[in-house]
């Protein structure tokens, strides 16, 4: 589905594909969590945890089951050897704004995005609490990309994949109701310099469509790059 967390992975593929990899040719399958798809025994022999996004890389002998977006990331960036730099002390870099990006989503979604959004009774406590936190998250990355371009240095990597998607989903205000007026998120303009400028890119512009209702202007599933004909 096409969630933040699933976007990261749809732009991956799509970038692997931008560059010329033909192997990274991928068909997207859309798993409706608010009907419980994840729950289904297919997908979680895929993944155990019944969370979206879930690979199984059918292109080597035996099947290779990925899940966790993290983890999708880094396994196809090892693969084909792109988006992960080969410097180790920018690779670490890398690696860490990745596990920043892990650990701070459950705050962002089901922390803050739950609370102000989706729950049947609001609480001032636990919408404050989150508020504060999605808020301090946004002025880490803005203090990080006032010193540089890309969150691991000077080159787009994995890591920016991961944390674009949520970021922007919030910036651009499509997320949460009015949750970007409510944070005040037009305060942090190097994250706004930032999600402008990878979200010109034209594979990310194709990989925040797949898994998307048609109603949205999405992809609901994607099969072949000529699925995007007539949406971009």
């Not at 892990?102 to 508020?131: L, V």
Request: glycine share 10%; with cysteine; aromatic share 14%.
């Amino acid at each position: 589905m096409g969630t933040p967390n699933g976007q990261k992975v749809t732009i991956m593929l799509e970038e692997l594909l931008e560059m010329g990899i033909g192997e990274a040719e991928y068909d997207a399958w859309y798993i409706s969590i608010g009907d419980g798809d994840q729950f289904s025994s297919g997908f979680v022999s895929i993944n155990p945890n019944s969370k979206i996004p879930a690979l199984l890389d059918r292109s080597g002998d035996k099947p290779v089951r990925v899940f966790e977006s993290g983890a999708i990331l880094l396994y196809l960036a090892e693969k084909f050897g792109a988006f992960l730099p080969d410097n180790i002390t920018t690779r670490a870099e890398c690696y860490s704004w990745l596990m920043w990006q892990m650990g701070s989503a459950p705050f962002i979604g089901g922390g803050f995005g739950h609370f102000y959004a989706y729950a049947p009774k609001k609480f001032e406590y636990p919408i404050n609490r989150y508020a504060m936190e999605t808020k301090r998250l946004f002025d880490v990355a803005d203090k990080r990309l006032a010193e540089s371009r890309f969150l691991a240095g000077d080159d787009y990597t994995i890591a920016d994949m991961a944390a674009f998607p949520w970021l922007r989903v919030l910036y651009a205000g499509e997320a949460y109701n009015d949750a970007a007026t409510f944070l005040s998120l037009h305060e942090y303009t190097h994250v706004g310099r930032w999600v402008d400028e990878i979200g010109a890119r034209p594979a990310v512009r194709r990989g925040l469509l797949v898994n998307r209702s048609v109603e949205n202007g999405g992809l609901p599933e994607r099969h072949a790059g000529s699925d995007f004909d007539g949406l971009i």
